[in-house]
């Protein structure tokens, strides 16, 4: 065989515990899904491990089952560079770093919420009469020309910066606020026509 050769891969004969762990990964990449469980069944002991060492809740479980999909989805890109476990230890860590990251902020959104005054609630007619004022908002959007309802729906619904707009509509940004502004000055004629 002549050096910088591909073969094909085709399925190794033999049982799940009899190949190395590097040959699991590769059947994996190939979509073998008996490979990841044998690769779970290998390492998810370690990965657990390791996981409850940086996260002391009770994640590490929903963790250690994200790390090993992870690796059924990343095994295509897998290269040897590592240890099988090494990367698997790389995945879940990332998997750890992205469960932190959620939880500090949804702890940051619920200490904020906590902090915030409490707004009175409306009162019977201030209901319908912001309900009413919806509907004929909505109205009169649904009759804006349609480039000037993408401006506004991404710019003032969506709340999407202007540079990020323009660029969702494959315009200038300069284009966007013309239309912007246009879309407000037809909106004030459409909802006094809607209102009558």
């Known amino acids: 065989m002549s050096e910088g050769k591909l073969l094909a891969l085709r399925r ?11 040959a699991l990964v590769s ?18 002991a370690d990965v657990h491990r390791f996981i409850t060492r940086l996260v002391r809740d009770e994640a590490s479980d929903d963790l250690t089952q994200q790390t090993f999909l992870e690796a059924y989805r990343s095994a295509p890109r897998f290269r040897g560079e590592a240890a099988v ?5 790389g995945i879940a860590i990332n998997q750890v770093r992205h469960h932190v990251r959620g939880e500090l902020r949804r702890k940051t959104a619920t200490a904020k919420l906590e902090v915030m005054p409490q707004a009175p609630s409306p009162s019977a007619p ?15 959007i ?50 006094a026509e809607v209102q009558r």
């Open 12 to 22: 190794i004969r033999g049982t799940a515990e009899e190949l190395s762990d590097r």
């Open 27 to 44: 059947a994996l990449a190939e979509g073998d899904q008996a490979a990841l469980g044998a690769l779970y069944d290998r390492f998810s």
């Open 85 to 89: 476990k090494t990367w698997l230890f």
């Open 126 to 140: 201030e209901v319908i009469a912001l309900e009413q004022q919806r509907r004929w908002l909505a109205i009169a």
């Open 142 to 191: 649904d009759r804006l020309a349609p480039s000037l309802r993408e401006a506004y729906v991404l710019c003032v619904i969506e709340e999407m910066q202007g540079k990020d707009a323009a660029q969702v509509l494959g315009i200038r940004e300069a284009s966007l606020w013309r239309r912007l502004s246009d879309a407000r000055t037809a909106l004030r004629g459409l909802l």
